[in-house]
């Protein structure tokens, strides 16, 4: 199964982001700074190694001066002879040769090099038996012996130790230098970082219809600019709200006189006995005018719940208050031969919030429960504490599951509330008067066959008295 774009890419965020623009500059510095060292190493690797084949080639000088003046032959297999060419690590080739280009001693295969003849010796790199050698060459005589050549060619083995050591003496420390300060720098990072985080969160812990500029006074000078775009926006979402406020209010005033006039109008011409054949039309008439009143109001209360965000709440009983809106519906229950009932105890049940929202939200329920419950039918208002709950059960045709997620928008209706007066802002408004309680509104099956709908309370409206 594909996964959506936003899942399979790793989540970009600003830290690791300026991690990596710190690190990898690090990284690379670190690789410039191994090369360096390696070629400065290995120069002075060669550097020493030369001064010590220089010295052997000045000895075997002073050895073979002396040995020929001596004895007119050199003895390769000497003590001494053996004591200047051996070495335990490296393996080391000489020649010697005389100023006709005989060789003397040593291996054939360190050819004569016409380098002049000079105090010290001359230096360069040759492959014998699939081996690099460093040769030492050191042209001249003494005592009645001119124009003999010795050189002294060895291997790299100490050459390569020497330089890795030293690569390894300066590379190590510089490495751990840069893992241990890894967590130096997230450290830093995420301490420079912070004030965005703080911005992020007083943005997330706002309500969504809290439009209040953020203010700018710690606000650091790179996100300035951020937050005054933000604040310029927010400003103009609350007056394009306000503007929408102030029409939904308005509009459901100018509608409310001319309503009242034309259901006026309809129940005097209803009185007028002369024409009966015209009571159906305004019995149809008063209907339809009785379903826009009842639209005005809702679109009134619910232009008053979002007028009021930042309304002070204050403590009241829930019990009571149920009570008292479940009394209000005992006459138009009645009418229908609806069983309407109360389930609680005597105790109050104290919640702190704003009980004309509440008292609106506990009527939108119950018109819902007696409008959808047919004739003989049941409905039940309860209310309960642990948390504080007002609940309405009812025994009509319930509600799907495929309908749950929908019921809360606005002008939504169900497809069997097609034929039942209705606007479809009671359960918005509901889930509004909630939202600003911090309470949440749950819909479900009742043990009467029916719907289910409890307003649960929660976080700061449960009173702790």
Not at 46 to 63: P, S, W, Y
Not at 70 to 84: C, G, V, Y
Not at 216 to 222: F, K, T
Not at 343 to 355: I, L
Request: neutral net charge.
């Amino acid at each position: 199964m594909a996964h959506p774009p936003d899942m399979r890419r790793t989540e970009r965020t600003l830290t690791r982001a300026l991690l990596g623009w710190l690190v990898i500059p690090l990284v690379i510095l670190l690789a410039v700074s191994a090369y360096t060292t390696y070629r400065n190493a290995y120069h002075l690797a060669e550097t020493e190694r030369d001064l010590v084949l220089e010295e052997i080639t000045d000895d075997l000088q002073d050895f073979v001066s002396a040995t020929l003046e001596a004895h007119r032959k050199i003895d390769p297999d000497s003590q001494t002879f053996s004591l200047l060419i051996r070495d335990a690590r490296d393996q080391r080739y000489f020649a010697i040769y005389d100023a006709h280009g005989t060789l003397l001693a040593g291996d054939r295969r360190l050819t004569r090099v016409p380098t002049g003849s000079g105090e010290h010796a001359a230096f360069d790199t040759l492959s014998l038996d699939g081996r690099t050698l460093r040769r030492a060459v050191l042209n001249g005589g003494r005592d009645g012996f001119p124009g003999f050549e010795i050189q002294v060619a060895e291997t790299m083995a100490r050459r390569d130790r020497l330089t890795l050591h030293l690569l390894r003496g300066v590379l190590v420390p510089q490495a751990f230098s840069l893992i241990l300060s890894l967590p130096l720098i997230w450290f830093g990072i995420s301490r420079g970082l912070r004030p965005l985080e703080d911005l992020r969160r007083r943005i997330t812990h706002r309500s969504a219809h809290d439009f209040d500029v953020i203010p700018v006074g710690n606000i650091p000078r790179e996100l300035l600019p951020v937050v005054t775009a933000l604040n310029d926006l927010l400003l103009r979402f609350r007056a394009v709200q306000e503007e929408q406020r102030r029409f939904t209010a308005d509009a459901a005033h100018q509608i409310k006189t001319p309503l009242a006039v034309l259901t006026a109008e309809i129940e005097l011409a209803r009185a007028d006995a002369n024409c009966p054949c015209a009571q159906p039309t305004y019995d149809r008439l008063q209907t339809a005018a009785f379903r826009l009143a009842h639209l005005v109001r809702q679109l009134l209360a619910l232009a008053h719940s979002e007028a009021n965000e930042g309304e002070a709440h204050a403590l009241f009983d829930l019990s009571a208050l149920a009570r008292e809106v479940t009394g209000d519906f005992v006459e138009a229950a009645a009418r229908r031969r609806i069983d309407l009932g109360f389930e609680g105890t005597e105790q109050a049940t104290p919640v702190r919030g704003n009980a004309v929202l509440i008292q609106e939200a506990m009527k939108n329920l119950l018109e819902n429960a007696l409008k959808f419950t047919p004739e003989g039918g049941t409905v039940t208002t309860s209310v309960r504490g642990s948390p504080p709950v007002f609940a309405v059960a009812d025994s009509g045709p319930g509600i799907t599951e495929a309908e749950r997620p929908l019921i809360f928008k606005r002008f939504h209706r169900a497809p069997e509330s097609s034929t039942a007066e209705g606007s479809g802002l009671g359960l918005a408004i509901v889930q509004e008067v909630a939202r600003k309680h911090g309470a949440v509104i749950t819909a479900g099956k009742s043990t009467l066959g029916g719907a289910l709908f409890e307003f649960r309370f929660e976080g700061n409206a449960v009173s702790q008295s």
